[in-house]
């Protein structure tokens, strides 16, 4: 498998990442109209990355274990961000019910450095790894066998 088929999971999950956090901006001071849609956009395009990431390791054949191991660690560094989406769309509602809030920003900042670290460690892991070692045999070789 060439190396850019290995990185492509982890691309895929950081440029969800990377496109939540765009989302977020469209959510500021500037835009009211559009400040449901783009915290809806940037909690979908946040829940994705975890999904990308195994839908396309899947389809490039990635190690299981590994693309196991990814989505667990995408979905909780999700978490932040995604609870910052939700305390703003479900408790402000609007762009003038927001202005006062530090909190949930800094708790999107948080979530967002932690969902792109994550997508990066994931996109630099996959290439660094070789394919699995099958340690499962039927029959024990010769080497397995004791001198009685």
Same mark, same amino acid.
């Given at each position: ?10 691309l ?43 839908? #396309? +390791?899947? %389809?490039?054949?990635c190690?299981?274990? $590994?693309?196991? @191991?990814?989505?667990?660690? !995408? &979905?909780? =560094? ?23 809030? #530090? +909190?949930? %920003? ?5 979530? $967002?450095?932690? @969902?792109?670290?994550?997508? !990066? &460690?994931c =996109? ?25």
């Amino acid at each position: 498998m060439s190396t850019f088929l290995r990185v492509l999971p982890g691309l895929a999950a950081l440029t969800l990442s990377f496109l939540s956090g765009y989302a977020w901006v469209f959510a500021g001071p500037y835009s009211s109209s559009l400040f449901t849609i783009a915290h809806s956009g940037s909690a979908v395009l946040c829940a994705a990355a975890p999904y990308a990431f195994v839908l #396309i +390791g899947r %389809a490039t054949r990635c190690r299981p274990d $590994l693309l196991k @191991l990814g989505a667990i660690l !995408l &979905a909780l =560094a999700s978490i932040p961000m995604l609870v910052a989406n939700g305390i703003y769309l479900f408790s402000f509602k609007s762009v003038e019910g927001s202005y006062g809030d #530090i +909190g949930g %920003a800094g708790l999107m900042f948080v979530g $967002l450095a932690a @969902l792109l670290v994550t997508s !990066l &460690a994931c =996109a630099a892991g996959l290439p660094l790894t070789g394919p699995r070692a099958s340690t499962d045999r039927l029959e024990p070789g010769p080497q397995d066998r004791t001198a009685q």
